[in-house]
């Protein structure tokens, strides 16, 4: 490829995903400014991490010109990073499912999480030892091979999302009846469900929809086709979800807030 030929670095929809990951970053230290430190807070900027440069070194590996062995190096790092984007944002429920949780649902849903976590990162290894020989070998004979890879491992984080709506919202619930508390004007609750209702149902959307545009990808990292079009579309969607995540916590944080304001003034009104 000659310098004429390659892309500008700003004209690739890579480039505007990367940025998408570098401000969301930002983002993610104001929330944690302003709430405080938590593992739900560090969850988003994680992703976010992992996005800008999962996106930055796929305009290295797939369309700048570059030795081989930097162009594999690029690529492996790349799939290594959007690992940690995709499924890291399943941590942010399993942080919370993690301490409400008690006995053998707590263990159920860990084995299963942690299963699904496994099977993961085997399908994303796949990938990137398939990508690296295409790379090297100057090929794509392989490319069908990575686009089923690419169906069950989009699927499974949809799985993961729904197993984890499930514990979420049957914990909630139970709670919701179990607690006096639980039934005051503040509706602590309620947001509780509502929360974890919208923002599971997207993630898992998004995750059965990549599985589906995927599948009919007929290149590396290009959008030459209308399901390839959609599919980053869709991807774009992931790489903003942290959004409704620091949303989420500052919501919960005032939820929270309100909760124990009306139950201290109650308490004092007695």
Known sequence: MSASSVP?????????????????????????????????????????????IANGLCYYAFYADYPKTGTVAAAAVADIAWLIQEAGLSFYSYIILARVLHRRDKIIFKVFFWTMMTVLLTLRILILVNRAKDILEGITSRQALIDHLHVGYFSSIALVECISAFFLLKRFATARRTSIE????????????????????????????????????????????????????VYTLECLFPVMLFIDILASKLVVTNHIHEYSSRSRGQ
Request: aromatic share 12%.
């Open 8 to 52: 500008v670095y700003f004209e690739q929809s890579w480039a505007i995903l990367s940025s998408i990951g570098i401000v969301n970053v930002l983002f993610g230290f104001m929330i944690i400014g302003i709430t405080s430190p938590s593992p739900v807070s560090l969850v988003p900027v994680v992703v976010s991490t992992a996005c800008a």
């Open 182 to 233: 639980a039934s005051s004007t503040s509706g602590l609750f309620s947001y509780l469900m509502r929360s974890t209702e919208i923002r599971l149902a997207t993630l898992a959307l998004i995750g059965f929809s990549r599985a589906v545009t995927y599948s009919f990808q007929t290149t590396a990292q290009s959008a030459t086709t209308t399901a390839g079009q959609l599919d980053r579309f």
